[in-house]
Nanobody, 114 residues
Framework: QVQFVESGGGLVQPGGSLRLSCAASGSFFSIYHMGWYRQAPGKQRELVASITSERITDYADSVKGRFAISRGNTEKTVYLQMNSLKPEDTAVYYC????????WGQGTQVTVSS
């Protein structure tokens, strides 16, 4: 079972930036197709960005051009650089595998508000 620990969230004004980090356990991290998900109050959890083992990335339309996902296989970490943040980006952000999802971590709260 792989475990994930997310960090880097916080309160930011509209237009601001944050960089989220996700530290993963497990010996096979480098081959996992990883994703960042978010869940806003009253809404379902959604996949916003993903990155394959070959570093091919994909984004939800709502964040395309503003968010960038990357990974460091040596340190078993996935990052999410979030720029031009909007109030509608407010959510708890989680990382997990895209296929064969594991147990969810505690997530990290991102609040975009003036």
């Amino acid at each position: 079972q792989v475990q994930f620990v997310e960090s880097g969230g916080g309160l930011v004004q509209p237009g601001g930036s944050l960089r989220l980090s996700c530290a993963a356990s497990g010996s096979f991290f480098s081959i996992y197709h990883m994703g960042w998900y978010r869940q806003a109050p009253g809404k379902q959890r959604e996949l916003v960005a993903s990155i394959t083992s070959e570093r091919i990335t994909d984004y939800a339309d709502s964040v395309k051009g503003r968010f960038a996902i990357s990974r460091g296989n040596t340190e078993k970490t996935v990052y999410l650089q979030m720029n031009s943040l909007k109030p509608e980006d407010t959510a708890v952000y989680y990382c997990n595998r895209v296929k064969n999802r594991q147990s969810w971590g505690q997530g990290t709260q991102v609040t975009v508000s003036s």
